[in-house]
């Protein structure tokens, strides 16, 4: 049964077989909204098929409910719209029923008698909320379309010129090396390459050289067969033979030493693998990415890195920018690390206020990428309330911010600016009394101040004659 409505009306499913319930929603709901009327859970998902809705009201004592069908119409209903309001109306209600039926995805349950007019404001601003988180999410969504590439998020000059560079490599089989401080992304960067190349449904295997030990890192690499060393039990393929096909990304590339990068040049420029203790090689088709936050220029100067090795990884280099060089990304990363790590917690998503949001801006944050997001999910484990304020802000970051000193000079209660710099006068003082073993004439030379002045001032604070 439809109710005439208004082609701006929200449209509602009220599914009931009280018929008290159907002439106090029709007496109370049907001047402001597009209502629906059904008896049973099948109708209301065959209807939320065929047309929007916006809000389901659900009287979850229907012999559907409120047991185990009806959690799982309301579970249903709320997987096919994440903003659908569903408001549930019971005759009595348990704090374990409550708490089943909020897991599920009810909004908020009436329990009776029902009050329509309480019903009738809780879903007008039920739907108001709607809207705006369904605005909000579009504009999110419209923002990361235009501000990031794949899992690499930013919109700043630098961070374009990476993601054109990607666009341009991607598609080929040329090596690429990545360059950037740690912290900077560069994993997410080779990440990025292999997503929009030809072998991004291939394996992807990546190394931390400088995570593997000396005198691991040639077996890792190469693999081995039975009986090759004392504890190869089996045969094992290395990680270079795992990427046949597919991409090996070779992170902090610089920590490789020099007896190791003679025989990955030789992988590179023959393209066949021996494992340690086998006697043929075998063919092996990989694309090669590289990435270091060393200057692999001065350690070949140096001796320490392989002059042909180096120019045969340097084919494209990508140099990744500092966080601190990304200007505008901060903002657009905080939000990025609060919604996920609220998410990931089960927590409702934080905000952060303008003030601390120009503190992080002003930071020269030495972790880049990596310390802000670890920043990020230690203030959404750690504030309490739904806001981060400047003084949730750890002190090593305040102190260095230029922007923000007044947050720590002037507290949010203010203070007596008379008292303050008469404080801030007798320190100095005391300080140049200190600094002379307390000759006046010679602390007024200090302070380049006149005698008579700080004979004056030691006179109005009391200090030593």
């Known amino acids: ?182 912290g900077t992304g560069k994993e997410l960067v080779a990440r990025a390459i292999v997503a929009n190349s030809q072998r991004s449904e291939q394996a992807f295997i990546s190394v931390n050289c400088a995570a593997l030990p000396e005198a691991l890192i040639e077996s890792e690499l190469f693999g081995h067969e039975k009986g090759a060393f004392t504890g190869a039990h089996q045969s094992r393929a290395g990680h270079i033979e795992m990427a046949h096909g597919g991409t090996l990304f070779l992170d902090e590339i610089g920590a490789v030493g020099l007896a190791l990068q003679s025989k990955l040049l030789r992988v590179l420029e023959q393209h066949t693998v021996q494992r340690l203790g086998g006697k043929v090689p075998r063919k092996i088709d990989f694309r090669l990415i590289t990435a270091t936050n060393e200057d692999l220029e001065q350690a070949m100067h140096a001796g320490r890195f392989r002059e042909d090795l180096y120019y045969r990884i340097n084919v494209i280099p990508i140099v990744l920018p500092l966080l601190r060089e990304r200007q505008g990304d901060i903002a657009l990363l905080v939000d990025h690390f609060l919604r996920f790590y609220c998410a990931a917690n089960s927590l409702p998503v934080k905000t952060i206020d303008t003030d601390a949001l120009e503190v992080l801006e002003d930071y020269h944050w030495p972790g880049n990428v990596r310390e802000l997001e670890n920043l990020m999910q230690r203030l959404v484990l750690m504030v309490p309330g739904s ?74 604070y009391g200090l030593q004659s």
């Open 1 to 182: 049964m439809n109710v005439p409505f208004s082609s701006a009306a929200a449209r509602i499913a009220v599914m009931t077989t009280d018929e008290s319930v159907i002439l106090a929603a029709q007496e109370n709901l049907a001047s402001d909204f597009h209502i629906t009327l059904l008896d049973a859970g099948d109708g209301v998902l065959a209807l939320q098929n065929e047309v929007p809705l916006e809000a389901v009201i659900l009287d979850l004592d229907t012999p559907e409910g409120p047991a185990e069908p009806m959690l799982e119409l309301v579970s249903h209903l709320r997987a096919k719209d994440e903003h659908l309001v569903l408001i549930g109306l019971i005759q009595s209600l348990t704090k374990v029923s409550r708490r089943k039926f909020l897991a599920a995805g009810i909004a908020h349950c009436f329990v009776a008698p029902v009050e329509f007019a309480e019903v009738q404001r809780f879903l007008q601003s039920a739907l108001d909320q709607r809207r705006l988180d369904i605005e909000g999410q579009k504009v999110r969504e419209d923002a990361r379309s235009r501000y990031c590439f794949g899992e690499l998020i930013g919109g700043s000059e630098a961070m374009r010129r990476v993601y054109d560079a990607v666009s341009r490599v991607a598609p080929g089989n040329t090596t690429i090396m990545i360059l950037g401080e740690s």
């Open 387 to 460: 806001n981060i304020a400047v003084k949730h802000l750890p002190q090593g970051i305040l102190y260095t911010s230029s922007v923000k000193q007044e947050s720590l000079l002037i507290p949010e209660e203010g203070l007596s600016f008379d008292e303050e710099m008469a404080r801030i006068e007798v320190a100095y003082l005391q300080a140049a009394l200190r600094r002379t073993d307390g000759k006046k004439t010679a602390a007024a030379a200090l302070l380049r101040m006149d005698g008579q002045k700080m004979k004056y001032l030691c006179r109005k």
